[in-house]
Every structure is written in C-alpha cells, then in structure tokens.
C-alpha cells in the first residue's frame, strides 16, 4: 500500500497531539505510559516528536486512557475551529484526517 505524503496541516496536528501527550504525562516515565497503554516506549516517543504525526486512532485511545485525557479534549486541542459549509472546503477536498 503506497501513503500519500502528509499535509502540512497533517503534521501540524502531530506536532500538537505530541506536546498535549507529553505535557499529559509530567513526571511518568516514556516507558512507563507506553507499557501501561500496551505500546513500544519507541512508538510513544515518534508519536511525542511528531516523527509519527497520524497514530491509529487506537493508539491515541489508549495513551490517553493511561494519561487521563478525554478524547474529545484531546481532538479539539489540536482540531481547527469548524469552517462555514462550503467556503473554505470544496466538495472535492478530502476530509482531514486525525489517525490513519
């Protein structure tokens, strides 16, 4: 399966999602949080860094479980406020994306 590179906004959003999870996790150790959300401390630091700036949805789901984040916090932190039907989205654009 070929990936189509990422947005700028695509990687933005990672950049984001990385400082809410690492800002989340304070004083826990990487390992710690990755063991505890049943991931590689490797994946946690590449979804940290931004190096990895589409984690799976599950991915994310249990990150913030194990830091205490709700989801919905999660995705307006680092969503763009919703734009006018029509005017800034053309019907052909495709929808963002937060996880791949």
Do not use: H, Y
Not at 34 to 45: F, G, M, N
């Amino acid at each position: 399966m070929v990936r189509l590179p990422l947005t700028p906004a695509e990687i933005e959003r990672g950049q984001q999602l990385g400082a809410i999870l690492r800002r989340a996790r304070t004083d826990r150790s990487m390992f710690e949080v990755a063991v505890a959300a049943d991931i590689s401390p490797e994946t946690l630091r590449k979804i940290e860094t931004g190096r990895v700036a589409t984690p799976s949805f599950s991915t994310i789901a249990a990150i913030a479980g194990v830091l205490g984040l709700s989801l919905d916090e999660v995705w307006s932190a680092i969503s763009r406020p919703p734009q006018s039907a029509g005017l800034d989205n053309p019907p052909d654009r495709q929808p963002e994306r937060l996880a791949s």
